[in-house]
């Protein structure tokens, strides 16, 4: 009997190279999946995306060149100011050694230009002029939602449903630019970086190198 138990049980083990296969099916499919995922992050990163001037460019692009512009604006709106008046005007002469900081942060080609690229960003990007340009999304509305918001600002006050969501007609405790800041120009950047010099001194000046 003990013969008989011991072979029953030798029967149901599973055979080392059932186990085998099972684990190399494991791994193909963990391969696959990863792969899989991999593709996913490349493909949503060379999406084109609209921008505001009606060009399309990659979105990986688009962030990097966005971080960067962020990063100028605060810190040398001087160069800001420059790669702005050089993205809208080619023949623009570069104020300086602005060229120098445009080409760390790779803004600026070698030979001085600004690839079609970025500066479609940065004219999507950038709006108002001289000491009152700001920094903006480039990215433009699809054009659903556009048609949307357009339709909406056409309607009156009394047109609009608020039956599931009452109006607030109480705004004695709300807090302006709570949530929200208005993007600082560059004359107010620079004010920062100069130390408070007056605005009016600051638009004197570039009138000056104009």
Same mark, same amino acid.
């Given at each position: 009997?003990?013969?008989?138990?011991?072979?029953?049980?030798?029967?149901?083990?599973?055979?080392?190279?059932?186990?085998?296969?099972?684990?190399?099916?494991?791994?193909?499919?963990?391969?696959?999946?990863?792969?899989?995922?991999?593709?996913?992050?490349?493909?949503?990163?060379?999406?084109?995306?609209?921008?505001?001037?009606?060009?399309?460019?990659?979105?990986?692009?688009?962030?990097?060149?966005?971080?960067?512009?962020?990063? *100028?604006?605060?810190?040398?709106?001087? +160069?800001?100011?420059? !790669? $702005?008046? #050089? &993205?809208?005007?080619? @023949?623009?002469? *570069?104020?300086?050694?602005?060229?120098? +900081?445009?080409?760390? !942060? $790779?803004? #600026? &080609?070698?030979?001085? @230009?600004?690839?079609?690229?970025?500066?479609?960003?940065?004219?999507?990007?950038?709006?108002?002029?001289?000491?009152?340009?700001?920094?903006?999304?480039?990215?433009?509305?699809?054009?659903?939602?556009?048609?949307?918001?357009?339709?909406?600002?056409?309607?009156?006050?009394?047109?609009?449903?608020?039956?599931?969501?009452?109006?607030?007609?109480?705004?004695?405790?709300?807090?302006?630019?709570?949530?929200?800041?208005?993007?600082?120009?560059?004359?107010?950047?620079?004010?920062?970086?100069?130390?408070?010099?007056?605005?009016?001194?600051?638009?004197?000046?570039?009138?000056?190198?104009?």
């Amino acid at each position: 009997m003990a013969k008989n138990h011991y072979t029953s049980k030798t029967k149901r083990r599973p055979k080392s190279g059932k186990r085998k296969d099972q684990g190399a099916e494991t791994m193909k499919r963990l391969k696959e999946h990863e792969q899989a995922e991999v593709q996913a992050v490349v493909e949503r990163a060379v999406a084109p995306v609209r921008l505001k001037n009606g060009s399309e460019e990659a979105g990986a692009m688009v962030g990097v060149v966005m971080m960067s512009l962020r990063k *100028l604006v605060e810190t040398n709106p001087i +160069a800001f100011y420059e !790669l $702005a008046m #050089l &993205s809208r005007n080619p @023949h623009h002469e *570069l104020f300086g050694n602005t060229g120098k +900081a445009l080409s760390k !942060l $790779a803004l #600026l &080609s070698a030979d001085g @230009h600004v690839h079609n690229s970025i500066r479609n960003v940065v004219i999507s990007a950038v709006e108002g002029d001289g000491m009152d340009m700001v920094l903006r999304s480039p990215v433009a509305l699809e054009p659903k939602i556009e048609a949307e918001l357009a339709a909406l600002a056409q309607k009156k006050d009394e047109d609009i449903d608020t039956s599931d969501i009452p109006e607030v007609t109480d705004w004695s405790k709300a807090e302006v630019g709570k949530f929200y800041r208005e993007p600082r120009t560059v004359g107010e950047c620079l004010q920062d970086s100069l130390g408070g010099i007056p605005s009016d001194i600051l638009a004197d000046v570039h009138e000056d190198k104009k």
